[in-house]
């Protein structure tokens, strides 16, 4: 299970973007994290070009097929389609990893348990 954001594991951290403008503001090694694929589709283009890694929020299994399709590094879901989404990741093989947003780490065994790919603590999302 990847755990990224918690204060003992150094980690990836994650940069909120929407316009290119904040892609190239951006430090250096972030993973550039999209909210709505629909959005930024053209963003996540470039970024797919640029091999820039890139990360896309995912509430139902459509965007985070469409996630896969465009090579993101990380899909990010919520509680409701954690378990969904991460049941296609497994049956399609996905190189993107599903990762579920917690806020305790006491929630790291639960999630652990429904064979999820990993977490990610509030910290590591700017």
Request: net charge negative.
Given at each position: ?126
């Amino acid at each position: 299970m990847t755990i990224i954001g918690h204060p003992w594991i150094v980690s990836e951290h994650f940069v909120t973007v929407d316009s290119m403008e904040k892609i190239k503001k951006s430090p250096a090694g972030s993973i550039l994290l999209f909210d709505d694929l629909a959005v930024s589709i053209e963003l996540v283009h470039y970024c797919k070009r640029e091999g820039l890694p890139f990360a896309l929020r995912a509430e139902e299994a459509k965007t985070a097929l469409f996630a896969h399709a465009l090579n993101a590094r990380y899909i990010i879901t919520g509680r409701e389609a954690a378990k969904a989404i991460q049941k296609l990741a497994q049956h399609y093989l996905f190189d993107t990893q599903i990762l579920i947003k917690i806020s305790d780490e006491s929630e790291i065994e639960t999630y652990a348990g429904m064979g999820l790919d990993g977490v990610i603590f509030p910290a590591a999302i700017e």
